[in-house]
């Protein structure tokens, strides 16, 4: 197969994966009951017990096209295991930083660590880390196969 097929297979790749619309896993803290950790707060997140639902459906609380996951931590010596934590887990319209694939963070005025992901493929905002998405993978690899071929 030439450079130039190679390119051509990774491009449909990338525009068929962009048409299609996005699966995220959709979840909060605040909504476990006492002593249930069901989206992943202090332990890791259990795929096999949540469903991805898509985001353009009626399902989704939130529609859009890409994948959102938050974290946020108290500082140490608020509760009895040094700090709490809340996670929530949905789809997001935009991300607010416009690119995804990455995660900014910050601390409140009151001490509380808040840390944003946003990603863009389907069932991304089950991990504990926000991976690189396909696409970028795919567009870094595009250049590469481009510079081989010039």
């Known amino acids: 197969m030439g450079h130039t097929a190679t390119l051509f297979i990774l491009s449909l790749m990338v525009l068929f994966e962009i048409g299609l619309a996005v699966r995220c896993y ?15 707060a202090y332990r890791k997140f259990d ?4 469903i991805a639902v898509d ?9 859009g096209s890409f994948c959102m996951k938050v974290t ?16 929530i887990r949905r789809c997001a319209s935009i991300a607010e930083n416009g ?4 995660c900014n963070w910050g601390v409140y005025e009151n001490g509380i660590y808040w840390e944003e992901c946003y990603c863009s493929e389907d069932e991304c905002n089950s991990a504990s880390i926000v991976s690189l998405s396909k ?6 690899l595009s ?3 481009m510079r081989l071929i010039l």
């Open 26 to 40: 959709q979840c909060g803290s605040s909504e476990d009951g006492p002593n249930e950790d069901n989206c992943g």
């Open 47 to 50: 795929r096999e017990s949540h």
């Open 55 to 63: 985001c353009s459906s009626e399902e989704s609380h939130m529609p």
């Open 72 to 87: 946020m931590q108290s500082p140490r010596g608020f509760i009895w295991d040094g700090r709490w934590r809340q996670v």
């Open 99 to 102: 690119v995804t694939g990455v």
């Open 135 to 140: 696409a970028i993978l795919v567009t870094v």
């Open 143 to 145: 250049i590469y196969v």
